[in-house]
């Protein structure tokens, strides 16, 4: 049997393989923070923008200007663009 790391040495050789893995890592990490950051705005009772203004990272001009939540029905939220 082989050890994981020759599969994955095995899968990473091919770089269209490699393209592909790297692209659903950060889909799935993508989808954990935004399950998570939703999770957290249920818990607290804060719109997209007032948890980004809580934010230390810088979120509140982001969140305000290309991801502001129009309007909120059954845990989805639509978006605009500016």
Do not use: I, Y
Request: hydrophobic share 35%.
């Amino acid at each position: 049997m082989k050890r994981f790391e020759e599969l994955e040495a095995q899968v990473m050789a091919d770089p269209a393989r490699q393209e592909r893995v790297e692209r659903e890592r950060t889909e799935v990490v993508a989808a954990q923070v935004r399950d998570a950051l939703g999770e957290l705005r249920r818990v607290r009772q804060l719109t997209q923008v007032e948890l980004g203004t809580t934010s230390p990272t810088g979120a509140p001009a982001r969140a305000a200007k290309s991801e502001t939540c129009q309007a909120e029905a059954g845990g989805q939220c639509r978006r605009s663009s500016d």
